[in-house]
Each structure stands twice: as structure tokens, then as C-alpha cells.
């Protein structure tokens, strides 16, 4: 195909990107390994594209499905369970549900090698995923278990019926001490495994209330209006005060030393919503992980 205008000056990486939707991790790869040509004749991935060259990719393969595999997964625990839901305490270092390039353990293998039975609605790799949480967050998650739940928690979560709380430990003190953060979010410009407060991102809401200050930090209360990935991470890293821990989002390295963390010290305390089939308001809670909870003492002693 012809390189278009619009792409005139732009970096080969960059114009592969743009043009098939790939990652420029991916893009950089296929020019890299000589499945990109311009005029014939493969190119530095740095090269700048003239619009109306002659373009030729070689297409990578599709990705081989995701398989569920049941797995025991240890922390992982049923916070409760019956015909319609189970509502577990995920541990870090666990995904919601196989997707590629990850091996590690999932909240739905974990689920299947406990002889819990979950929806079989959405991608299979997901089924009964109606939210998720990130692998290094900890806490309370709900997975549906049959179809009608699934149906009815995807609306509610979506129509923002479910009320989420999560606990925080960002540096710093914030001003005002309770607000609202209102920004957008999308994927990073320049790095595939971040996001950021970007104008061409979807709508974002964070509500937050802090709970206690502490000499270098704060813990507070998050109560999410809506569900983007990273979005506690992001919105506080854009206010300046980063979950400390969070060096992904620049987070003071030496704090999280101080404090023993490996990981943000992030946490989904709570979790309410309208029950699929009695109709009842039910609450779960999430008691603070160890490594979490040590963090806080050592605050709390140097406070």
C-alpha cells in the first residue's frame, strides 16, 4: 500500500503503528527483523516515511488462543460463594483471568481448581469476568457464576450501581484534604504499559477522602465512579502525589525502600452491589495484606 499523506515525516515504527493498530513495541519489532519495506528495501525503524512510498508488511501471526488452565493459586480466597457469584480476596501478583504473554496464576484458574463453576459468558478466556483488578493490586473481586448474574453485574457495572472503595497510600498531603479528580484517561503516548490523563482519553472519575496523614504520605479513601485501567495510579500520579510504591508512575523509590514495598500500596477494601437474584444490597471487605499493612505500621510509628 501506499504510505498516505497524512503520515509524511513520520518515523517507519511510528507510521506501521499508526496505520494496522499495532503497539510500537510490535511495530518497532516488525521492522527490526525486516517485515517492513519501503520501496522494496527494509528500513531503520528511526527512518522518516515520504507520503506515496510503496509500503509492504508482513502481517504476524494471530496470537493462539488463551486457554484456562485450573490451577491452585495460593492466598486466593472465597470471601463468598452461592449459585450466582463468588466473591474472592485476590492476592498480588495474580491476574484476572490467562491473556497473552502472561503465565502467571489467575483469579479464574485459581477459581476452576477449587471446583468453582463460573458463567460462560464473554471470551472464554474471560468468562465470568464482569470486572478486574490489576495484577499487583490486592482485594475484594466478584466473578459471576451464571449467566444471569453475569448479564445483570456487566449492567451494573456499567450503569456505576457498584459501589467500589479502595484504600490508598499516596505520598505526600493532599489539597483539598476530600475532592473529586475529573480527567480523562488513555494509553500513554510513548509507553505501551502506561496510561495517562490525556484529552483524547474516556471520561474518568475518582472520588477521595483522606483517612490519615502521616509525616510523608496519606491513606486515603477512593470511591471510583468509573473503572479505567490504572486510574487510581494515574489520577494521583497526576496530582503529584503517586501511591507511594508505584515507581511505574513515579513513585519515590526510597520511600518504597523504607517501607518494605515491592508494589503500590493499593488495595479494593470494599465492594457493594445489588445482589443478581435476591435483590439484596450485599458488602464484602478485604482485610489489608501483610505487606500493605506492615507499610502503614511503619508510617504510623514514624507519625
Same mark, same amino acid.
Request: contains cysteine; aromatic residues 6%.
Given at each position: ?14 507510521a ?14 516488525l521492522?527490526?527483523?525486516g ?23 508482513t502481517m ?12 491452585p493459586?495460593?492466598g ?8 450466582d ?21 489467575t483469579v ?9 463453576r ?9 468468562q ?6 490489576d495484577?499487583?493490586?490486592t ?5 459471576a ?14 450503569? &456505576? ?5 479502595y ?12 475532592g473529586?479528580?475529573d ?9 505501551d ?9 474516556k471520561?474518568?472519575?475518582?472520588h477521595?477522602?483522606t483517612a ?8 486515603v479513601d ?5 473503572? &479505567? ?6 489520577h494521583?500520579s ?11 508512575y513515579?513513585?519515590?523509590p526510597? !520511600?518504597?525502600?523504607?517501607?518494605? !514495598?515491592?508494589?503500590?500500596? !493499593? ?6 452491589f ?8 450485599? &458488602? ?20
Amino acid at each position: 500500500m501506499p504510505v498516505p499523506d497524512g503520515l509524511d515525516g513520520m518515523r517507519l515504527d511510528q507510521a506501521v503503528s499508526r496505520l494496522f493498530g499495532f503497539s510500537r513495541t510490535l511495530a518497532a519489532d516488525l521492522v527490526e527483523s525486516g517485515d517492513v519495506l519501503i520501496d522494496g528495501a527494509a528500513r531503520a525503524k528511526s527512518e522518516k516515511v515520504s507520503g506515496g512510498s510503496w509500503l509492504e508488511v508482513t502481517m504476524p501471526a494471530p496470537p493462539a488462543a488463551v486457554e484456562v488452565v485450573a490451577e491452585p493459586v495460593d492466598g486466593l480466597q472465597i470471601l463468598y460463594s452461592d449459585d450466582d457469584i463468588a466473591v474472592v480476596d485476590k492476592p498480588v501478583g495474580v491476574a484476572a483471568h490467562p491473556s497473552p504473554g502472561w503465565t502467571g496464576p489467575t483469579v479464574i484458574g485459581g477459581l476452576a481448581a477449587m471446583g468453582q463453576r463460573v458463567a460462560t459468558s464473554g471470551a472464554a478466556e474471560r468468562q465470568g469476568v464482569v470486572h478486574r483488578l490489576d495484577v499487583g493490586t490486592t482485594g475484594v473481586m466478584v466473578v459471576a457464576k451464571s449467566e444471569h448474574a453475569y448479564s445483570f453485574l456487566k449492567r451494573a457495572f456499567k450503569a &456505576r450501581e457498584v459501589d467500589k472503595r479502595y484504600h490508598a497510600v499516596v505520598q505526600g498531603h493532599l489539597d483539598p484534604l476530600r475532592g473529586t479528580i475529573d480527567a480523562p484517561i488513555d494509553r500513554h503516548p510513548h509507553h505501551d504499559y502506561r496510561f495517562a490523563v490525556m484529552s483524547s482519553g474516556k471520561a474518568s472519575v475518582t472520588h477521595y477522602d483522606t483517612a490519615e496523614a502521616f509525616p510523608a504520605a496519606s491513606l486515603v479513601d477512593v470511591r471510583l465512579e468509573t473503572g &479505567r485501567t490504572h486510574q487510581i495510579r494515574v489520577h494521583f500520579s497526576a496530582m503529584r502525589h503517586p501511591c507511594v510504591g508505584d515507581l511505574t508512575y513515579g513513585a519515590d523509590p526510597t !520511600l518504597a525502600a523504607r517501607l518494605g !514495598l515491592t508494589r503500590q500500596w !493499593l488495595h479494593a477494601r470494599e465492594l457493594s452491589f445489588e445482589h443478581p437474584s435476591t435483590g439484596e444490597e450485599v &458488602r464484602f471487605v478485604s482485610a489489608y495484606p501483610a505487606d500493605l499493612a506492615h507499610a502503614l505500621e511503619v508510617l504510623r510509628a514514624a507519625g
